[in-house]
């Protein structure tokens, strides 16, 4: 191997130790130049070797045997580095080693044969890759032209026959307002003449209503458990209802007939709008489409994909016609049922007031017949209640005096166990005698219980029949009296009555 001259080893020892920058001293060491077994490499020309991990290592030259890279100790190897540990020559220099030795020892911080070759391959491999991509990228750029082309052509067609499509739907639905438009004038025409025939209907009702009123009010005089709310207070109550109910029914309806005719004209008014509109939106779509791309007039609004003008979408714009034309069949049917129901109403009225006037003279009479019952039944429950009465006090006297009559058998037990205590010592035995006298004053004791609970028993039922018997007394009384209202009072106002006259004239 050829080194070249002496004068170009030196300086490339001297480079290489301009390299070197000085160790700041510490503690009692002091700064050193370098030795020999220093080895310097530059991160700038070698940015993938470490800058640290150098062991300082002394070679002692061989005259025999040239020096090698064999020879050299393995380089400190970082952690998590992949790579195998690498063998980075020791500088055989010094300055007590000879001008050969270090141009020899500074040709071991060149780069390898090995780099230099990949150094070549990266080459090409970078070229390859860069002309693929950029081969990438024109077939990219050639199938993207052809792309936009045919975006270009089909968007265009696709809003032509979509624009076509809106035309259709619109056409549709104007011709359908108007028909419905055409409808609804033809059925308000009809509304008018029903007003006057409700308002006779209504003042027709008064009368029967202030009759019903009367018989409540003359009703709320019963006394006691006489003020039930019976079937003759119900039908009332229902007959007010029906009658009042009619009565609702004729002023509603006649609101109803005034507030139509208002509802009729906003509603034509909704619709003549709508039309309206859809030939203005008919005659826009018309002009957009008939446009293409040699159209006169054409320009460039810049930012005009980015505007959005529209309030709906097509859902919500094909579902307010409809609402505006259900709401004018709406409209229009209830028209139509009044008109209907106004010519039935005063009819079915006086009906339905009619049977509900005779179901309460029905009511009156049934419960005038059952007064009437229940009052001859409570007269003979009270003749039994008297006779009871009589009997129990009868039964009263018997009881009191079965007790006095007990009295004197217990005395006479009583004297007999007091005298027997009095018996000298084992003289007091237990004895069939003191067993009997004791087991008779039970028995006496226990008949005397049991003839007072019964004649507690009775007084009980005493005082319970008496005022049972003040019961049925109150209850005639009651029942005299509600009979008089219904029969006399009540009925008196509604016998002869002309209801139907009266709602129908």
Not at 51 to 71: A, L, R
Not at 121 to 140: G, M
Not at 302 to 324: H, L, N
Request: aromatic share 6%; hydrophobic share 35%.
């Amino acid at each position: 191997m050829e080194f070249g001259s002496e004068q170009e080893r030196r300086s490339r020892y001297n480079r290489q130790l301009q390299q070197w920058s000085p160790v700041k001293e510490t503690a009692g060491t002091p700064s050193v130049p370098p030795q020999v077994g220093y080895c310097f490499h530059s991160p700038k020309k070698h940015p993938w070797r470490p800058i640290m991990g150098y062991e300082e290592i002394e070679v002692t030259p061989m005259p025999s045997q040239p020096i090698t890279n064999t020879m050299v100790d393995p380089c400190y190897t970082p952690a998590g580095m992949a790579a195998e540990p690498l063998r980075f020559p020791n500088l055989v220099t010094g300055f007590d080693r000879s001008p050969e030795h270090a141009a020899r020892a500074a040709l071991y911080t060149r780069y390898t044969q090995h780099e230099w070759n990949q150094n070549s391959i990266n080459n090409y491999n970078e070229s390859d890759a860069k002309r693929n991509y950029s081969e990438r990228v024109r077939n990219d750029i050639m199938r993207m032209l052809r792309e936009t082309d045919e975006i270009g052509t089909q968007g265009q067609r696709d809003s032509g026959r979509r624009i076509g499509e809106r035309i259709t739907d619109t056409t549709f639905w104007r011709n359908e307002v108007s028909i419905e438009m055409e409808r609804l004038v033809a059925t308000c025409e009809k509304l008018n003449e029903t007003r006057r025939q409700l308002e006779r209907a209504i003042a027709g009702i008064e009368g029967p209503l202030h009759i019903v009123q009367e018989c409540l009010y003359h009703r709320e005089k019963r006394q006691g458990v006489e003020q039930v709310h019976d079937a003759v207070e119900q039908s009332l109550l229902k007959e007010v209802a029906v009658l009042r109910e009619c009565q609702d029914k004729f002023r509603n309806m006649l609101e109803k007939v005034r507030q139509q005719a208002k509802n009729c004209r906003a509603t034509q008014h909704e619709l003549e709008t709508d039309m309206r509109n859809k030939e203005y939106a008919l005659g826009i779509d018309s002009m957009c489409h008939q446009l293409n791309n040699f159209s006169k007039g054409l320009q460039l609004y810049a930012g005009i994909e980015r505007y959005d003008p529209t309030v709906c979408d097509t859902a919500r714009w094909a579902a307010a016609s409809a609402a505006t034309l259900q709401r004018s069949q709406s409209e229009r049917a209830k028209a139509v049922q009044m008109l209907s129901d106004s010519e039935n109403l005063i009819n079915v009225s006086a009906t339905q007031i009619w049977d509900q006037w005779s179901n309460t003279n029905s009511a009156f009479t049934r419960r005038i017949a059952e007064t009437i019952e229940i009052k001859n039944k409570l007269q003979l429950h009270l003749h039994k209640i008297q006779q009871e009465i009589f009997e129990v006090e009868k039964t009263l006297e018997l009881l009191n005096k079965a007790i006095e009559d007990k009295l004197q058998p217990m005395k006479v037990a009583h004297t007999r166990l007091q005298a027997r205590t009095n018996r000298p010592h084992l003289e007091k035995c237990r004895d069939d005698a003191q067993n009997r006298l004791v087991r008779e004053v039970c028995e006496l004791q226990d008949t005397m219980e049991r003839l007072r609970t019964r004649l507690a028993a009775a007084e009980g039922a005493h005082q319970s029949l008496l005022a049972t018997r003040a019961g049925l007394e109150a209850a005639l009384r009651g029942k005299a009296n509600a009979l008089f209202i219904d029969r006399d009072q009540c009925m008196a106002l509604r016998r002869g009555y002309p209801v139907t006259a009266a709602i129908k004239s």
